[in-house]
């Protein structure tokens, strides 16, 4: 073959050009090496933003990792000029499936409202309420960087004691334990650290996280921690029955017949039963011309009960603040009954004596006539009903 024919079959530098033409635009039509500008529609997904005040195209091409010519392009802006409370999309390109976190113990759920309505835009297992967000979301491919909320929970095993709940949040914050609200600061915009101490019980408590976000950043972090023991519980008595009363009682003794200035005297006693026969009660108190009062708050049964007092000289009995008993005088020797009808729980009694000469004596007890609708009980007739203290 002469060279000139070989040459002829050659290709043209045109037919190359068109070759290379046709090669490219077969790469860009099956997605290759398409940069974010020259996109298709459907190559992104649109995480929708509303421009505030002092907003640019380049400060918002910055913080969401593109550029002011692809926020132009899939906004179709013929400028730069962008305007306050204009919607524009900021595109979100899909990026390889990257490794998940571990599991953690807390179920996070995510919408784009703040009022947590429809299904969540995004539901993931979290291992802390620990996140700081920026200016962005949990996710942007899902969830818009503003005006969106967020629910945790999940259940722990307690000791028992006191826990305080505390958070470092912007914005609104709400936290449940066992479906109580325990601390509400769901409507606050900005900024807050409260806290809130819980008292709870050994075992396994329910715990529930809700959060707001308004505008601007958002981020949260939230720790759990005991602070102290339970308060003491009142022991429940044995049951009710005739008999002297248990203690303990304080009792205050006084150097004269109407409890006027400081208490001469201060004990603790186990039972209010004593026959002092004349003799002085206490150190510094006398012998006659002395009062007593005797308190203590202590755990009933619900029922009737009919409290007897044998006492020489005078007494006055308060229950929950109500006198129920008024023999103060003097007086020999006499015994005096009181009925009452009792809430289940904690009564304040206090009994006041008082001593003017001769023989000094004082006892109390309690016998438990059953429900008020028992014969025993409603033998006495109606009784006054005293709730428990709050």
């Known amino acids: 073959m002469s060279q000139q024919a070989y040459d002829s079959r050659l290709p043209s530098p045109r037919r190359i050009l068109a070759l290379c033409a046709s090669i490219a635009i077969g790469f860009f039509a099956l997605g290759f090496a398409a940069p974010p500008e020259h996109a298709e529609a459907s190559s992104y997904?649109?995480?929708?933003?509303?421009?505030?005040?002092?907003?640019?195209l380049g400060e918002l091409a910055i913080r969401y990792n593109t550029t002011v010519l692809t926020l132009r392009r899939v906004n179709g802006l013929k400028t730069t000029?962008?305007?306050?409370?204009?919607?524009?999309?900021?595109?979100?390109?899909?990026?390889?499936?990257?490794?998940?976190?571990?599991?953690?113990?807390?179920?996070g759920e995510y919408w784009n409202n703040t009022i947590q309505s429809g299904p969540p835009a995004l539901t993931r297992n979290e291992a802390a309420i620990d996140f700081n967000w920026g200016f962005g979301s949990p996710d942007l491919m899902r969830v818009q960087p503003d005006?969106?909320?967020?629910?945790?929970?999940?259940?722990?095993?307690?000791s028992a004691g006191v826990w305080r709940f505390a958070a470092d949040v912007d914005d609104g914050i709400r936290i449940w334990v066992d479906g109580q609200v325990v601390l509400d600061a769901l409507d606050f915009v900005g900024r807050q650290t409260p806290s809130v101490d819980v008292p709870l019980t050994q075992g396994t408590h329910e715990i529930r996280v809700d959060y707001v976000e308004q505008t601007q950043r958002a981020f949260i972090k939230l720790n759990i921690s005991r602070v102290g023991s339970l308060p003491p519980q009142p022991?429940?008595?044995?049951?009710?029955?005739?008999?002297?009363?248990?203690?303990?009682w304080t009792v205050d003794f006084f150097a004269n017949t109407n409890f006027e200035g400081a208490a001469a005297s201060r004990t603790v006693v186990c039972c209010l039963r004593f026959d002092w026969n004349g003799a002085p009660p206490a150190s510094g108190v006398p012998g006659t011309f002395f009062s007593a009062r005797f308190s203590q708050v202590r755990y009933f049964p619900s029922g009737v009960y009919q409290l007897v007092a044998r006492v020489d000289d005078g007494i006055r009995i308060y229950l929950d603040g109500n006198l129920i008993m008024n023999e103060f005088r003097e007086q020999s020797a006499r015994?005096?009954?009181?009925?009452?009808?009792?809430?289940?729980?904690?009564?304040?009694?206090?009994?006041?004596?008082?001593?003017?000469?001769?023989?000094?004596?004082?006892?109390?007890?309690?016998?438990?006539?059953?429900?008020?609708?028992?014969?025993?009980?409603?033998?006495?007739?109606?009784?006054?009903?005293?709730?428990?203290?709050?």
């Open 235 to 248: 022991t429940p008595p044995s049951p009710p029955g005739a008999g002297f009363n248990n203690g303990p």
């Open 81 to 107: 000029r962008i305007y306050v409370g204009q919607r524009l999309c900021i595109p979100r390109y899909a990026p390889p499936p990257a490794p998940q976190p571990p599991a953690g113990p807390w179920r």
């Open 335 to 390: 015994t005096f009954t009181a009925n009452v009808n009792l809430g289940a729980g904690n009564h304040s009694l206090v009994v006041e004596y008082v001593q003017y000469g001769g023989a000094s004596n004082v006892s109390l007890y309690w016998d438990f006539l059953g429900d008020p609708g028992g014969p025993r009980a409603a033998a006495v007739g109606p009784v006054p009903y005293f709730p428990p203290l709050p």
């Open 45 to 56: 997904t649109c995480l929708w933003y509303t421009v505030r005040a002092g907003d640019t």
């Open 147 to 158: 005006y969106f909320s967020a629910r945790w929970t999940r259940k722990i095993n307690f």
